[in-house]
């Protein structure tokens, strides 16, 4: 089982619709959870961190589920600029610098 | 304005040879990161240093090698010891951690190509 690992791609929705996409990690342990947004052939940018209560960022709604260990990103009302690849960033070995594993990413395009 | 600069954005490399990514953070942050990127595929880590001239290996360490002489800079070199080198290259930084804020900061990354 990969350490990180998110909803396969690629997502085609229409603007304005809801999208959501999941991402599970093996390592109970794990505290930090990160949503990043990478555009194409560019460095990846931090879109959220992501906290136990859930947290809200305008369209934006990220959520964590420690007992089935899972983190969660809802995107409403999708835009043509929402489109780019989302990679989900989790905590890894703790007493080994708490280095953050990275997901292969789930790449969402937004049509007119 | 604060941030991370890597250099160059294009490298070509020719068999046997090694090359110096170069990557400075103005930040003042005591981590720093490589990861390579392979078409489709999310970061791999490479190397990272939590603090000046101490360095760890990350899961695809072989034919690279790093140096951090200087809290400000972290560069990577790509030996001719690494077989498939062509990648996109991307160094990050973060506060570190135990300082309960590991968010990470990336450069604009390098493109690096077997001629």
């Known amino acids: 089982r990969k350490e990180v690992e998110q909803d396969p791609g690629p997502f085609n929705v229409p603007e304005g619709a809801t999208v959501a996409f999941n991402c599970t990690y093996s390592n109970s342990a794990s505290q930090s959870f990160f949503w990043y947004r990478q555009d194409c052939r560019k460095e990846p940018k931090l879109l959220m961190s992501v906290y136990s209560s859930g947290n809200e960022d305008g369209r934006f709604t990220a959520q964590l589920n420690r007992a089935s260990q899972y983190i969660s990103l809802l995107i409403r009302d999708s835009k043509l600029s929402d489109s780019a690849t989302y990679l989900c960033v989790v905590n890894g070995v703790y007493n080994q610098g708490g280095k953050l594993i990275f997901g292969q990413g789930t790449e969402l395009s937004v049509k007119p | 304005d604060g941030g991370i600069t890597q250099s160059p954005k294009y490298l070509f490399r020719k068999e046997g040879q090694n090359v110096t990514l170069s990557c400075e953070q103005n930040?003042?942050?005591?981590?720093m990161y490589w990861y390579r990127q392979d078409p489709g595929q999310g970061l791999r880590l490479i190397y990272y240093s939590q603090i000046v001239n101490d360095f760890q290996k990350g899961d695809i360490a072989e034919g690279y090698s790093v140096s951090r002489e200087k809290k400000e800079s972290f560069p990577l070199t790509v030996t001719s010891a690494q077989k498939n080198p062509t990648a996109f290259y991307l160094c990050?930084?973060?506060?570190?951690?135990?300082?309960?804020?590991?968010?990470?900061?990336f450069g604009s990354g390098t493109q690096l190509s077997v001629l």
């Open positions: 990050a930084s973060s506060m570190g951690t135990g300082t309960g804020d590991e968010k990470l900061f």
């Open positions: 930040l003042n942050h005591d981590a």
